[in-house]
Nanobody, 125 residues
Framework: QVELVESGGGLVQPGGSLRLSCRAPEGANIVYSMAWFRQAPGKVREFVASIRWRDGTTDYEDSVKGRFRVSRDIAARMVNLQMNSLHPDDTARYYC??????????????????WGQGTQVTVSS
C-alpha cells in the first residue's frame, strides 16, 4: 500500500493563507485522483478538494470554492492545496488521499484506499 505524507499545516490568523502538500512514493501506484479531506474535533471527516491526474479536472466542497485551489505536480507525484482567506471554520486535520482507478465519486472518501496521517490546520487569532 502507498503511504502518503502531508506537510504545510500550522497556525494561521483568520484571513491568512497556507499551502499544504502531499506526495506518494515514486512508482508505488498508478494515480487516478488525489484528494484532500478534513476532520474537525467532534465532526465527521469531509471532502475538501480533488484533482484528476490525467487531465487536471478539479472538484471542491462548496464552502471552499473561490478560496482554495488544488493542483498537481505529476513528476513529483505530489498534490498541493493552496488555502486563502482562511477562517476559523477551516480549522481541522487535513488528510491527503489517493486512488488508482475510477470506482466512484471523487468526493467519496470510501473510494480512496490510500491515505496520509494528516496535518493540522488551526485558524485562530
Amino acid at each position: 500500500q502507498v503511504e502518503l505524507v502531508e506537510s504545510g499545516g500550522g497556525l494561521v490568523q483568520p484571513g491568512g493563507s497556507l499551502r499544504l502538500s502531499c506526495r506518494a512514493p515514486e512508482g508505488a501506484n498508478i494515480v487516478y485522483s488525489m484528494a484532500w479531506f478534513r476532520q474537525a474535533p467532534g465532526k465527521v471527516r469531509e471532502f475538501v478538494a480533488s484533482i484528476r491526474w490525467r487531465d487536471g479536472t478539479t472538484d471542491y466542497e462548496d464552502s471552499v470554492k473561490g478560496r482554495f485551489r488544488v493542483s498537481r505536480d505529476i513528476a513529483a507525484r505530489m498534490v498541493n492545496l493552496q488555502m486563502n482567506s482562511l477562517h476559523p471554520d477551516d480549522t481541522a486535520r487535513y488528510y491527503c488521499a489517493l486512488k488508482s482507478r475510477f470506482d466512484g465519486r471523487d468526493d467519496d472518501q470510501k473510494t480512496y484506499p490510500f491515505w496520509g496521517q494528516g496535518t493540522q490546520v488551526t485558524v485562530s487569532s
